[in-house]
């Protein structure tokens, strides 16, 4: 049995840097909250205006619908025939374990809940990862765009001004990129796929349905544009219940986004402080007791909200997730050639 010691000294450079970043990120994060008159926020968070509080959390509740919706649309172009109040059950369960787990691990659940509900089974593991897949490129594309818009649009302080132009290179190179795909994707799955594995990657391309088809993709994409917008007006009523100025919204959900890019605690504690933070003092001079007050209602209203819709959903389909079947047909991952005459199931 390999050595935990043994394991580290051959661990891969990028794993390395992965886990140095991690604890580097935890211990900005300490280091920075420990300066912080905590008290003075849990105060803040207190003498919220109860009634914005709870047009944040229906607008998170409204948002989090959208992007349920955008799954969905997602999930049928890619053949998985799901109805629409199922995936937004099923989806609000994964909501809830997003917000119990760390790392995003949440987000595996996913796939899980969709393949023991009778009308995913059949799809198959690899033909929902597809489509998993796909809503995660179409939502990071629209998410990205929006991101970088922000950027161009908000005035950053000092140095950070250019990081503007940045951004304008940054949108025009994922365009070129989408581009160079649309025009050879064929060919670069010939070439990056190896034959061994052409059958589960016909199984995913399957799922992935939605990047081939415009019509869907457009539906996905302006549902993508309506969550975030909603998110964002979440986020305003958030910053008005704590007396800040709701304009410092679309920065704050710049700084969310930025900072859910490193897996961390469960609903991205932690990281996003350590970026909502600072961007909010620079940019709106919003005090540090403030800003973290607003970070806790984020954390509060998303774990309120996803774990009471989630508990409602698990209700709901519950019985029929655990009474869950295997597809029959699904291709298995075989790696060797079948020279005992045994075809995969």
Request: hydrophobic share 55%.
């Amino acid at each position: 049995m390999t050595s935990p010691l043994a394991r580290v000294r051959h661990a891969r450079p990028r794993s390395i840097l992965a886990v140095a970043a991690l604890v580097a990120v935890g211990a900005v994060a300490v280091s920075g909250l420990g300066r912080i008159d905590v008290g003075a926020a849990v105060s803040a968070l207190a003498h919220a205006r109860p009634e914005l509080l709870a047009a944040a959390a229906a607008l998170y509740f409204v948002s989090q619908t959208m992007s349920g919706a955008m799954w969905g649309v997602c999930q049928g172009a890619g053949g998985i025939r799901v109805p629409v109040a199922t995936t937004l059950g099923l989806h609000w369960i994964v909501r809830a374990s997003c917000e119990v787990l760390p790392m995003s691990l949440g987000e595996a659940v996913r796939v899980a809940v969709v393949r023991r509900h009778p009308d995913g089974a059949q799809a198959g593991t690899w033909r929902i990862a597809g489509s998993l897949a796909g809503f995660k490129v179409i939502d990071g594309a629209v998410t990205a765009v929006v991101v970088l818009v922000i950027a161009l649009a908000t005035p950053l302080p000092g140095p950070a001004a250019g990081l503007r132009w940045t951004a304008l290179a940054a949108v025009v190179g994922m365009a070129a990129c989408a581009l160079v795909w649309r025009v050879g994707r064929a060919k670069l799955r010939g070439r990056l796929v190896p034959a061994r594995l052409s059958r589960v990657s016909a199984r995913l391309g399957e799922g992935a349905g939605v990047m081939s088809d415009p019509s869907a993709t457009r539906v996905a994409g302006v549902l993508g544009l309506l969550a975030i917008l909603t998110r964002i007006g979440s986020l305003a009523a958030l910053l008005g219940a704590l007396g800040i100025a709701p304009q410092a919204a679309p920065l704050a959900f710049a700084a969310i986004v930025v900072a859910g890019i490193v897996p961390g605690a469960p609903g991205g504690a932690g990281a996003r402080e350590v970026v909502l933070l600072p961007a909010l003092a620079l940019t709106h001079g919003v005090s540090s007791a403030h800003a973290l007050a607003f970070s806790m209602a984020i954390q509060a209203s998303a774990l309120a909200t996803s774990l009471l819709a989630g508990a409602v959903a698990l209700a709901w389909l519950g019985p029929a997730l655990l009474a869950g079947r295997r597809a029959t047909g699904e291709p298995v991952l075989d790696m060797e050639p079948d020279v005992a005459g045994v075809t995969a199931p």
